[in-house]
């Protein structure tokens, strides 16, 4: 069974501050992918980065990067000098590489992010 | 190019009736997953279909189903409505369904069962 965790379910900075949002994961299998996906208030879920299993190298976008360490189960995701519009509610998914599990994301409960001006 | 459309976008419906929703993913994109999403369950998988086949399914009660036409538009139906089924239904639709495959949702529809 795969499993994602977000424990913070909610998170309110005040603009330029810089915010972490912490996702554990559990899985059995070998070979993963693990999303983060940004929903704002307009309702669509907004894809922001994947990575596979065998990656570990962190990466940065822009204002964003992410965290992937494998030996803690953890993919967190860190927002730079926050502004307004990054609040949303922010959601780590998994998805098996094989198998049979096609389509199937799972996704943590998510962390609403607010950044006040 | 397009993205993934659902409609309709809103719809009121009363215990006991039946609902269809409708996604158009995007252009070349062969599979579509749907979900649910509640405040209390938040957002879980229902089905995924390829090439017109379900080939993965949720846990959801059989009054849920889905169909998949040649064009890869997809429907789901939701038979005799409970309140529980009040949620956004999200669909999302990728290149082939497989675990490396980024997939890219709709906008939803909100399902109110009064």
């Known amino acids: 069974a795969q499993k994602v965790t977000q424990a913070q379910t909610e998170i309110s900075v005040v603009e330029k501050e810089d915010v972490t949002l912490d996702c554990v994961y559990e899985?059995?299998?070998?070979?993963?992918?693990l999303f983060w996906y940004k929903q704002p208030p307009s309702g669509e879920l907004v894809f922001l980065i994947r990575r596979n299993s065998f990656d570990e190298q962190n990466e940065i976008s822009g204002r964003y990067s992410w965290n992937f360490q494998k030996s803690t189960s953890s993919f967190n995701f860190t927002i730079t000098a926050s502004q307004v519009v990054d609040s949303a509610v922010y959601f780590c998914a998994l998805s098996p590489a094989g198998g049979t599990s096609y389509g199937k994301l799972t996704f943590g409960q998510g962390t609403i992010l607010t950044v006040h001006p | 190019k397009a993205g993934v459309t659902q409609t309709p976008r809103y719809l009121i419906k009363t215990r006991g009736q039946q609902v269809t929703l409708s996604c158009s993913p995007i252009s070349g994109h062969r599979s579509v997953s749907w979900y649910q999403q509640t405040p209390g369950q938040g957002l879980q998988f229902l089905f995924e279909?390829?090439?017109?086949?379900?080939?993965n399914k949720g846990n959801f009660p059989g009054r849920f189903s889905g169909r998949q036409f040649s064009n890869s538009r997809s429907e789901m139906n939701v038979s005799t409505l409970e309140l529980g089924d009040s949620a956004l239904y999200l669909c999302?639709?990728?290149?082939?369904?497989?675990?490396?495959?980024?997939?890219?949702f709709g906008p939803g529809t909100r399902l109110t069962v009064l």
């Open positions: 899985t059995r299998d070998t070979t993963y992918y």
């Open positions: 279909y390829f090439s017109e086949t379900q080939r």
């Open positions: 999302a639709s990728s290149p082939a369904g497989q675990g490396n495959n980024e997939q890219f």
